[in-house]
């Protein structure tokens, strides 16, 4: 009887759980294969309740794109190695954040910026830098305990 009951509590939670799941809007699928018609092994996840997230290979590369649910893309990520950052770019971290040991690497394309997004640790502290191309720092914030740059 006891077990009947655990399994019958456990059956109503997943159900409850499986109905709160936030169903994806035709508008953003729409828009992701207009955007990306080659993309490859599609996952999608709700990041936050005005965003939704694609992460998916483009060419063999991992990359990530984020639309609200209207369908209008937001910004597409995708990652690289800190090799593959252009010179301007990895002489700006050499110079303003020296000692610092790079993470994650993206290049990172939205309406509001084009360039690159990077961590950076040194000791207990984390960073997150946006810089252009050219190599001019954009953007710096500090990352919270256990937190990425996503």
């Known amino acids: 009887m006891k077990t009947t009951f655990v399994l019958l509590a456990f059956l109503g939670m997943s159900l409850c759980a ?3 799941k936030a169903v994806l809007p035709n508008a953003v ?7 990306f018609p ?14 939704w997230e694609a992460e998916f290979y483009l ?3 991992e990359t990530s794109a984020s639309f609200n649910p209207a369908g209008s893309w937001l910004e597409t ?28 690497v993206a290049i990172i394309d939205s309406p509001a910026f084009s360039g690159y997004e990077i961590e950076l640790r040194k000791k207990e502290q984390a960073l997150e830098v946006q810089v252009t191309k050219e ?8 990352l919270k305990d256990g937190e990425d740059n996503d």
Request: positive net charge; hydrophobic residues 30%; aromatic residues 6%.
């Open 77 to 104: 990520e995708t990652e690289i190695s800190r090799r593959s950052l252009p010179a301007a770019v990895k002489n700006t971290l050499d110079s303003q954040f020296a000692g610092y040991k790079t993470g994650e």
């Open 135 to 142: 190599g001019v720092l954009k953007h710096k914030r500090m």
């Open 29 to 35: 699928v729409d828009a992701f294969s207009q955007k």
């Open 59 to 61: 060419n063999g590369t």
């Open 38 to 51: 080659n993309a490859q092994k599609v996952r999608w996840n709700q990041e936050e309740a005005d965003e």
């Open 18 to 20: 499986h109905a709160q």
